[in-house]
């Protein structure tokens, strides 16, 4: 698999997509086999940092102490003091922070209260601070590099179905970004399955007003 032949895959996928007036979001779709989801170890959850936007806007909310909290509110969208956690006691607000938010933040000394305030919305979205993202951080932590390359992230997840699905861009991106985007989503996905490609059942390519395009390699 090379970026031509996604290059070539996403272009057939945006011919074939009805056009409507807003700008369609495109995604890979991997299709897997011979994995047994039943087992963890073969579960996937992956963080792939893009070399290129999506195009799609990613909010980054902080949960921090005194120690990072200047750092956080020149850095990040929305900023939440480990002071102002009890303000958070209504459920309603904390579904609203899970859905404007594409990544969340937390200074790992306060991580204990963060799960207590917030864990029983965020975990079950799949949006608690995650260390194997960098999210979970130091009080000394420098928030800006990692910042900017959460905004570049997707999390790619197989744990009940055999499809990994990450967004890639838009119709309207640049067409050797959204290449190199799809190349680095199949990549880090093939790398992290058991037997590598011989995992893959089939790669497909779709915008939202799209049939799915196939990938030949």
């Not at 087992?39 to 893009?50: A, G, I, M, T, Y």
């Not at 009890?86 to 000394?109: C, N, S, W, Y």
């Not at 997840?157 to 991106?173: F, N, P």
């Amino acid at each position: 698999m090379n970026k031509e032949i996604m290059k070539k895959a996403w272009l057939s996928a945006k011919a074939n997509a009805v056009k409507r007036k807003f700008k369609q979001s495109g995604e890979i779709i991997i299709n897997l086999k011979d994995i047994d989801l039943k087992k963890p170890e073969q579960q996937l959850d992956v963080f792939v940092n893009l070399p290129h936007s999506t195009g799609n806007p990613v909010k980054i909310c902080a949960f921090v102490g005194p120690e990072l909290l200047a750092q956080a509110k020149t850095s990040c969208d929305t900023v939440v003091a480990y002071d102002d956690f009890k303000r958070f006691g209504d459920k309603k607000m904390v579904k609203k922070l899970a859905r404007e938010h594409k990544h969340f933040i937390a200074q790992a000394t306060i991580m204990p209260d963060v799960a207590r305030f917030f864990g029983r919305v965020l975990g079950p979205k799949n949006k608690m601070p995650n260390p194997k993202a960098g999210c979970v951080v130091p009080p000394n932590a420098a928030l800006k590099p990692l910042v900017e390359k959460l905004r570049n992230t997707v999390r790619v997840v197989a744990k009940t179905q055999l499809s990994a699905k990450a967004l890639i861009g838009k119709e309207d991106s640049d067409d050797d970004k959204v290449a190199d985007n799809l190349l680095a989503v199949y990549q880090q996905i093939v790398s992290k399955l058991p037997g590598e490609k011989s995992n893959v059942k089939n790669v497909l390519i779709k915008l939202t007003m799209s049939k799915p395009m196939k990938v030949q390699e």
